[in-house]
């Protein structure tokens, strides 16, 4: 058996483990016929002598659903650790000597789009949220862009930028209050954290929606109140009462 025999053997073999379809099996097979020796022994030079290049698997999720126990069998059958000690110096700053995880975790590779560019008009974020519907409060119109799509929001907390999360969720979408004491902050001071920034749910207005959507349908949720049953508007009214001087 020549060497490139046995190179090919071994690559079809694991993409018949990782696709039991046998499709990428198929595509890998079509793109080596087209190499003779010297060509293939060539590709194979620089694919091991680059960690940067890979064979891409494809998979459709309907047909060949991925789980813990498929990535487990793999894992075990080609050596491949899944547990790792993780060490983190941006803890304490020391790149020699870094605290480390007390148990190996699980450390798996996954493939993360690069953000968008963060600029106005390629994201979904607003520099104002001044256009609002009357009844609601909700942002509407050209400012409806105030808000953060799901890829965006998951990439915040992933990042750890918490204080991003809470002004985009915040100041910047459905709460004027602390709308108002922002931008205050801002022309008295040049400066704000989110630490002086007023965080009542009361003044959220998706929120309470979602809170009295779910009330009307009989659903207890604590957004808005530990119980689940006071609507908003009497949370409203039992605070300015107990602010109210009693003659």
Avoid: W
């Avoid at 494809?58 to 793999?74: L, R, W």
């Avoid at 491949?80 to 000597?97: A, H, R, S």
């Avoid at 909700?138 to 930028?161: C, N, P, W, Y």
């Avoid at 004027?176 to 902050?185: D, K, N, P, V």
């Amino acid at each position: 058996m020549s060497t490139r025999t046995q190179i090919e053997k071994e690559m079809y073999e694991f993409l018949d483990d990782m696709d039991p379809s046998g499709k990428n099996t198929e595509r890998l097979k079509k793109f080596f016929k087209t190499m003779d020796d010297k060509q293939f022994y060539k590709y194979m030079v620089d694919f091991l002598s680059d960690d940067n290049k890979y064979i891409q698997v494809g998979y459709e999720a309907f047909d060949n659903p991925v789980s813990m126990e498929f990535i487990d069998k793999i894992s075990r059958k080609y050596d491949i650790p899944l547990y790792e000690y993780v060490y983190k110096p941006y803890l304490n700053g020391d790149t020699q000597n870094p605290p480390a995880t007390v148990h190996p975790v699980m450390v798996v590779d996954i493939p993360i789009k690069r953000l968008k560019q963060m600029i106005i008009t390629k994201n979904h974020s607003s520099i104002t949220n001044a256009k609002r519907d009357a009844r609601t409060g909700q942002v509407t119109g050209h400012d409806k862009t105030a808000r953060v799509t799901d890829s965006e929001a998951f990439s915040l907390i992933v990042q750890e930028l918490y204080q991003v999360a809470q002004e985009e969720y915040g100041p910047m979408a459905d709460d004027e209050t602390a709308l108002y004491a922002m931008l205050r902050e801002i022309q008295q001071n040049g400066e704000v954290s989110m630490e002086d920034l007023p965080n009542d749910p009361l003044n959220k207005t998706t929120m309470n929606t979602i809170y009295l959507y779910s009330i009307g349908a009989g659903i207890v949720t604590n957004l808005v109140e530990e119980t689940g049953y006071v609507l908003p508007t009497t949370l409203k009214s039992r605070e300015v009462n107990d602010k109210a001087i009693k003659r």
